[in-house]
C-alpha cells in the first residue's frame, strides 16, 4: 500500500483544539483471536476492555488507477484471515501544520467496536460520517479522534468509515457523466458512505450487530452527509434513523453553498483539468496517469478561512442520480425518508468557520444587501457593524444563525410532518477556557471522549447517553433529569445540552 504526506499552505480551520486531535490514539489490549467471517474474508481483531475492535477493514476495493473517479468496486476475496488491527491511512486531502497524518489513495476502510459476545446479540448499530468540508479543511478520517470505545461500552455497535474527500471524492465532469449510465459525477464520496452502509447491512450481524437497526449520525460536512442519505433514493433502505450535528443544510446559504449544480460542479472541474493542463477530449484518462500528488497538491485554495468555506470548490453536486435536487428543497417537498431524526447545532458554529473574512464594513453593507435583498435593513439592524472586528462577529453570528441554526430548525419541522420521532437540540457547553465559544465541532470531542480535553465529565456523559440512546429506541429519553420533547412547528422546543440540560423554546 502506497502512502503519501503532502503538504500545503491551506489554514486549519475546523477546530481551534486541533492540536487535541492526534493525543487520543486507540489504547488498545493485548490481541486476542475474534475471528469474524465477512463476506470477503475473515478479520481478527483486538480484545479491549470487554470490547472487540477491527480496524482497517476494506469495504471496497482501492480506488486507484482505473478506478480513480468511479462509483467503489467490490472487494477482493482474500483466503486466511486477515488482521484487522491498525488502522488504515486516511484518504488523500492537502494538509498544513507540524501533524501530517498517514495517507493513501488506497483508503476505503472501516472499524468497527463491538460489545456484543455472539452475533445472536442483534445489537443496534451506528455509523460515523466524519466532518471537514469534504476534505478542504483539515486532515480528518479514521484517526484516534473517532475511537468508537466510549459509545461502544453503552452497548451498540460503532462503526467509522473513510471515504474519498476533495477532488478525488467530488469532482464532476462531463467526461465522467459519460462513463456512467446515469449520466452523473462528481458524488464518488457519498457513493463510498452507500458502499460502507452496504457493507454494514450484509455483514455487521457477524459482529453482534443488528442490520435493522441501524443509525447514521455525522457531524459537519458528515451531518451534511446524513441530510444527503435522508432524501437520496440510493440510500433508502440502509438505516432506520439519523443524526445530524452541524450539518450545513440550505443550497445557497448566507455564508455556506452546501451543494453545488450539475452545470457549476461540471464548470468547476473542467477548470481543475485545464489547470494541470488537460483541457481536451480525453482529459480523464490523462487525469488518471496522474500522480495523485500532483492531483491533490494542483486543488485550489481560497486565501482565507472565510473563503474556504464560502466558495467550497469540491462538495457534493446534484446529479440527479444520488442527489436529484438540493436537500433543502426534498425537505421543503417532504420528499425525505421519514425516520426518527436527532438534529442541531452549536452555539457558536461560525465562530471558527467565518474567521479572517478581512472583510470591511461597505463590503460587508454589500454582501449583507447582496444576499437578503427586500429584507437586507432588518438583517443590518439586527447584525450592525461600525467596524471591521464587529465584521467579523457579525458574519459569525450570521453563519451560525442562518446556515446553521435556521436550517436545522427547518429540517426538524419537515421530518417533525412525517415522523413524530423528530428532536431539536442546541449544544451551548463551552470548553474551561475556550475562547470561541460553544464552536463548531467542539461537541465530538466529548461525544468520542477525547483524552486530555479539560471539561465537565457530566456533558460528555449526557451526549454518549442521548445518542446511545436514541440509536437503541428512536427516543434519546429515559434517565434524564427533563424529557426531551418532540419537536413541533407550533411547539418550537429543543433541549439545550450544557453543564446541565434545559427544554426551551425560541431556537
Known sequence: MQTYK?????????????????????????????????????????QQDGLRVYLGIPFAAPPTGELRWRPPAPVQPWYGVKEAKEYSPTCLQPVTGSYVPNMSEDCLYLNVWTPAQS???????????????????????????????????KGVVIVTTNYRMGALGFLAHPQLDNETPYNSSGNYGILDQVAA???????????????SRVTIFGQSA???????????????GLYQQAIVESGPFWANGPTIDNVHSKADAEQIGEAYATSLGYPGPDAIAQMRNRSVGDLINAMPWPSTSWNLTHTLRFEPTIDGWILPDSVDALFGLHRENPVPLMIGTNANDGTTLS????????????????????????????????ST??????????MTHYDFADSAKFAAGSMADLNQSSYLYRYSYILPGQPNGAFHGSETLLLFNLPG????????????????RFAKTGDPNGGMSVTWPQYTRDGGRYLDINETLTVKSGY
Request: glycine share 12%.
Open 453 to 468: 480535553i479539560p471539561s465537565d465529565p457530566a456533558v460528555g456523559d449526557n451526549l454518549v447517553d442521548l445518542w446511545t
Open 6 to 46: 503532502l503538504t500545503s499552505g491551506v489554514l486549519v480551520i475546523c477546530l481551534v483544539l486541533i492540536g487535541f486531535l492526534f493525543l487520543g490514539g486507540c489504547t488498545q489490549k493485548e490481541p486476542a483471536s475474534g475471528v469474524v467471517k465477512t463476506d470477503a474474508g475473515s478479520v481478527s481483531g483486538i
Open 197 to 211: 452502509l452496504q457493507w454494514v447491512r450484509r455483514n455487521i450481524g457477524a459482529f453482534g450487530g443488528d442490520p
Open 119 to 153: 452475533p445472536d446479540d442483534k445489537l443496534p448499530v451506528m455509523v460515523f460520517f466524519y466532518g471537514g468540508a469534504f476534505g478542504q479543511v483539515a486532515p480528518f478520517g479514521t484517526m484516534a479522534v473517532y475511537n468508537g470505545t466510549t459509545l461502544a461500552e
Open 355 to 386: 474567521a479572517n473574512a478581512n472583510m470591511t464594513v461597505p463590503e460587508y453593507v454589500s454582501f449583507v444587501r447582496n444576499y437578503f435583498g427586500k429584507d437586507a435593513d432588518a438583517v443590518l439592524l439586527r447584525y450592525p457593524a461600525n
Open 389 to 398: 472586528q464587529e465584521v467579523q462577529l457579525r458574519l459569525a453570528q450570521i
Open 222 to 236: 458528515g451531518g451534511e452527509s446524513v441530510l444527503i442519505h435522508l432524501v437520496s433514493p440510493q440510500s433508502r
